[in-house]
């Protein structure tokens, strides 16, 4: 059975490059209003056809344990490292959140305007992240990837200055 998600998948994405070359000059239903030439229906069967790809390669057993694809180490670390990434990336949308908050409460007649988020306030937790993702697989290197376990990673992301902070220099 698994063989036959990998067959279809690869059509599907064949398919779609087929239908993208086709319809290049076309704009009968573009994707987001605008003339880009990429049809909706090519982006869902591209979507559909690496969905297929990927339950396919997830089914196929290589290996004689028990475990799950998930559980695998390249890529239960992966998994790992993007959810800490995603609560670093919440803490600094949240820190932006508070400082708009902060300015409207000093500020009562101004209107604050956008979010004030540069590309390097998100660089910034990930030079760190090392040593967040160090402690990180140290405490669940014996767990099973599960819900505590993402949990934990998302918080250990998001409390990466608390980890830090005791590096700094006094």
Known sequence: MT????????AALLAAAT?????????IETFGGRESGFRLGNILL?????????????????TLSSET????????????????A???LARMLSLSIENRREFKKKNPGKTPGALDLDAWDLVYPFL???????????????EHLGALTLCFAFQNGFFWQTIVGGA???
Not at 69 to 84: A, D, K, N, Q
């Open 3 to 10: 063989y036959w998600y990998l067959l279809f998948g690869f």
């Open 19 to 27: 239908l993208r070359q086709q319809s290049a000059g076309a704009s």
């Open 46 to 62: 591209g979507i559909a056809g690496v969905a297929l790809l990927v339950v396919g390669f997830a089914s196929v057993n290589v």
């Open 69 to 84: 694809w998930y559980e695998r180490s390249p890529i239960r670390e992966l998994i790992l490292f993007g959810v800490m």
């Open 86 to 88: 995603l609560g670093m």
């Open 128 to 142: 760190s992240s090392s040593i967040c993702f160090g402690a990180l697989m140290q405490a669940t290197s014996e």
């Open 168 to 170: 700094k220099p006094s």
